[in-house]
């Protein structure tokens, strides 16, 4: 069967030149709107302070109060109009007191546009996040997480420090039992005691065996698969993770035939989404 042969485009018309002049024009009126935000906005300090984890941060209403003004006085709409979840798994963890505890993580994606209110150009994308409850706010606070970040991200807006930093310091003065070392303090890493054997502790994450260990704060229990993983946990919370342990290990022994295998669990729901809004 003969195909027509693939000729160059047609040339643009003199209307259709003009429709791309004034669509260029217009972006790059929203994008120097965009640059004009970001230079005015500058730096925000932390104002949240999370006690349980024992870090610093920026709430989500301190990072719109900053951008809501500018974006009204350059006539700019921030608009999240389509919400997704991408993923929904259960986590077994510990609590301060080291008694088990289950949770829910929810990932969540924001589609988003912003918007030139003068012109109707947009700019959009979108960006991915969890959230972390032990009911049902997980989505909530995924939605809430990404959108400041993206305003963060788009605005380029910082701190002050290093978010990483801080927080590798919290999670491991929360694991020693202690606060957060400060500049004064020595921050090098637990010393290991030759003296202590490993005892039949496995760890949760890569079902190494835990050792006691001797630390700034006090003993607590390391993984023996260091610097492989760096799972600790401190004296208060071994009990709770010994009887989580027994408890996973009961119920394998209960439900679950020595000679088949052990399936994986499920860990995410289909994903699904809220249906777009008219613009």
């Known amino acids: 069967m003969p195909t027509e042969a693939i000729g160059p485009p047609p040339a643009p018309t003199e209307e259709q030149k003009i429709e791309n002049a004034v669509r260029e024009k217009n972006y790059l009126k929203l994008v ?40 009204v006085e350059n006539k700019v709409l921030y608009f999240p ?61 995924a939605v809430s997480g990404i959108n400041k970040y993206i305003i963060m991200s788009h605005f380029l807006i910082a701190t002050g420090d290093d978010p990483e930093k801080e927080s590798k310091q919290a999670v491991r003065a929360s694991n020693y039992g202690a606060p957060t070392p400060n500049a004064t303090q020595p921050t090098n890493p637990p010393k290991t005691t030759t003296s202590q054997d490993s005892v039949d502790v496995k760890c949760d994450k890569c079902q190494a065996l835990m050792a006691k260990k001797d630390g700034k704060y006090g003993p607590f229990w390391g993984c023996t698969n260091y610097p492989g993983c760096s799972r600790i946990v401190n004296e208060n919370q071994l009990a709770g993770y010994l009887k989580l342990q027994n408890q996973e ?31």
């Not at 679950?256 to 499920?266: F, R, Y």
């Open 32 to 71: 120097q709107k965009l640059l004009k935000i970001s230079a005015e906005i500058g730096n925000l300090e932390k104002d949240g302070r999370n006690e349980a984890q024992n870090y610093s941060y920026i709430t989500e209403s301190a990072v719109k109060d900053a951008v809501r003004d500018k974006l």
């Open 81 to 141: 109009y389509k919400s997704q979840i991408l993923q929904t798994r259960k986590k077994e963890s510990l609590d301060k007191y080291g008694k088990p505890r289950s949770g829910y993580i929810t990932k969540m994606r924001i589609t988003y546009k912003f918007i030139d209110t003068e012109t109707g150009t947009f700019l959009d994308g979108f960006m991915d996040g969890e959230g972390a409850d032990t009911h049902d706010k997980g989505p909530s606070k």
């Open 249 to 279: 290990a009961n119920i394998r022994e209960e439900f679950i035939p020595e000679n088949l295998p052990v399936p994986a669990p499920p860990d995410y729901q289909q994903p699904h989404e809220t249906p777009d809004l008219p613009l």
